[in-house]
């Protein structure tokens, strides 16, 4: 698939529509790392709470660490068993993390707000309109199909690139009866999953029985490239 199709002029009139571990091969680029909060209201007296990611240091000390002086008890359920932790004396507790997918009953002296950190990175699925001005603005497309520089690496440098912009996207593995190729996948916010050939920019609808060339103007191939699964990789 050596034929390059120039649709720059379709990208940018494309863009008045309005239309975050990872796949690796070769070398994988990493997105700036953020910080998350997220604020729990906790109330005199008994509260059932559950956080909604793990923090980045889960220690309960850490955890509670601004509220220390208003947590009466916490008690966590954890294989079976009931475990507690009391700031006033610590070392008569046993509950030593706070983690996600687990609920804590909490006992307050007084109303007070709980903020969990984390620190991470912030990826997001995109609008139509940012997946036309992210591959408008993106250089892959640019590249040239080498022996050495395939659709592997077309899809794999695509998909980094869209991390780099904050952009939640899927390696995709098409198998052919006879063969393979790999483009981009983005599930986006209000046309839903769109696939993207990676070495045109071009928009595609691959479907499971037909032939691929047939979805671009590449010549028919040598090769029987009719699809017989298509495979997403996060």
């Not at 680029?29 to 990611?53: D, M, V």
């Not at 475990?83 to 004396?89: G, I, N």
Request: net charge negative; glycine share 6%.
């Amino acid at each position: 698939m050596t034929v390059r199709m120039i649709l720059k002029s379709k990208k940018l009139s494309a863009i008045i529509l309005t239309v975050l571990l990872f796949i690796s091969i070769g070398d994988t680029s990493i997105a700036s790392s953020q910080q998350f909060n997220t604020e729990i209201n906790l109330y005199e007296g008994w509260n059932l709470i559950g956080l909604p990611f793990t923090p980045e240091d889960p220690s309960i000390e850490v955890v509670l660490e601004d509220i220390s002086d208003n947590v009466e008890i916490i008690w966590g359920y954890d294989n079976g068993e009931w475990l507690f932790y009391m700031p006033a004396v610590p070392e008569l507790g046993n509950l030593t993390d706070m983690v996600e997918g687990r609920g804590y009953w909490i006992n307050m002296n007084m109303d007070v707000v709980l903020t969990i950190h984390r620190n991470g990175y912030f990826i997001r699925n995109p609008s139509m309109l940012e997946v036309y001005e992210f591959l408008a603005d993106d250089k892959t497309d640019e590249n040239n199909f080498t022996d050495e520089y395939t659709c592997r690496h077309f899809a794999t440098d695509l998909k980094n690139n869209a991390f780099q912009e904050g952009y939640l996207s899927y390696y995709v593995s098409l198998k052919f009866q006879e063969g393979a190729h790999a483009v981009v996948a983005f599930n986006t916010t209000d046309m839903g999953l769109i696939y993207v050939e990676p070495q045109t920019d071009d928009i595609m609808e691959p479907q499971i029985g037909e032939a691929y060339y047939d979805l671009t103007k590449w010549k028919a191939p040598e090769n029987n490239d009719t699809i017989i699964d298509i495979f997403l990789i996060p």
